[in-house]
T-cell receptor, first 116, second 114 residues
Framework: GAVVSQHPSRVICKSGTSVKIECRSLDFQATTMFWYRQFPKQSLMLMATSNEGSKATYEQGVEKDKFLINHASLTLSTLTVTSAHPEDSSFYIC????????????FGPGTRLTVL | KNQVEQSPQSLIILEGKNCTLQCNYTVSPFSNLRWYKQDTGRGPVSLTIMTFSENTKSNGRYTATLDADTKQSSLHITASQLSDSASYICVVRLVRGSQGNLIFGKGTKLSVKP
C-alpha cells in the first residue's frame, strides 16, 4: 500500500505556457500533500504544503501566483506552473501523508519538466 | 541553521562489496531520521526510519545506525548488487506541528559496477 502516482512523468513545453502536474494517492487518503522541486545534483526543496480543502502554504521564495496548487480531494493534488520559463525546468516531486500516520510521507515518482 | 550533510558525494564499488554512507546533521529539535533510495529520474523510496531512541534499524541488506549524541547516522549496504546503484538521501525531520518539516541531504550517488 501507500502508492503515490504523478502524471505526466515527463513534459516539454514552450516558454510562456502553463503546465499542470497531477499527484494522486492511489490506495490511501492523504489529508496533506507536499510539492518539492529538485535541481540536478541538489537535494529536494519543499515548495509548498497542500491541505485538502484549504489554501496551500508556500515556502519562502516560492511564488504562489506562479505555482498554483489545488488539493480538491483526499487523493488528488495538482501543481500548475504558470507562464513557464526555462529556469522552471526541474524535477518536481510530490509526496502524500496518510491521515492516520503523522510521520510518514510517501513520494511520487516525479515529473521532469523541460521548458524550451 | 538546520543542515544535513552527507558524505561521500559519490562512491563507486564493485558488485558484492560492502559500503557505508555517512550523514551528519545539525537539526534541532530532532524528531526522526530517514534514509531514502532515489533511482535516477524517480521519487525517493524509504529504506529506514529511526527515532531519537533507536540506535540501529535494518531493512534487508541495508542497516542504518544513529548516534543522537554526535548527530551522526550511517547507512551500511551489505553484499552490494547492481540494482543498488542510486542516490541515497538522508532526511531529518524537525519536531514541529507540521508534517512537512523535512531537511534533506544532497545525497550520496552510489554506483555498483560488475
Amino acid at each position: 500500500g501507500a502508492v503515490v502516482s504523478q502524471h505526466p512523468s515527463r513534459v516539454i513545453c514552450k516558454s510562456g505556457t502553463s503546465v499542470k502536474i497531477e499527484c494522486r494517492s492511489l490506495d490511501f487518503q492523504a489529508t496533506t500533500m507536499f510539492w518539492y522541486r529538485q535541481f540536478p545534483k541538489q537535494s529536494l526543496m519543499l515548495m509548498a504544503t497542500s491541505n485538502e480543502g484549504s489554501k496551500a502554504t508556500y515556502e519562502q521564495g516560492v511564488e504562489k501566483d506562479k505555482f498554483l496548487i489545488n488539493h480538491a480531494s483526499l487523493t488528488l493534488s495538482t501543481l500548475t506552473v504558470t507562464s513557464a520559463h526555462p529556469e522552471d525546468s526541474s524535477f518536481y516531486i510530490c509526496s502524500a501523508a496518510r491521515t492516520s500516520s503523522y510521520n510518514e510521507q510517501f513520494f511520487g515518482p516525479g515529473t521532469r519538466l523541460t521548458v524550451l | 541553521k538546520n543542515q544535513v550533510e552527507q558524505s561521500p558525494q559519490s562512491l563507486i564499488i564493485l558488485e558484492g562489496k560492502n559500503c557505508t554512507l555517512q550523514c551528519n546533521y545539525t537539526v534541532s529539535p530532532f524528531s526522526n531520521l530517514r534514509w531514502y533510495k532515489q533511482d535516477t529520474g524517480r521519487g525517493p523510496v524509504s529504506l529506514t526510519i529511526m527515532t531519537f531512541s533507536e540506535n540501529t534499524k535494518s531493512n534487508g541488506r541495508y542497516t542504518a545506525t544513529l548516534d543522537a549524541d554526535t548527530k551522526q547516522s550511517s547507512l551500511h549496504i551489505t553484499a552490494s548488487q547492481l540494482s543498488d546503484s542510486a542516490s541515497y538521501i538522508c532526511v531529518v525531520r524537525l519536531v514541529r506541528g507540521s508534517q512537512g518539516n523535512l531537511i534533506f541531504g544532497k545525497g550520496t550517488k552510489l554506483s555498483v559496477k560488475p
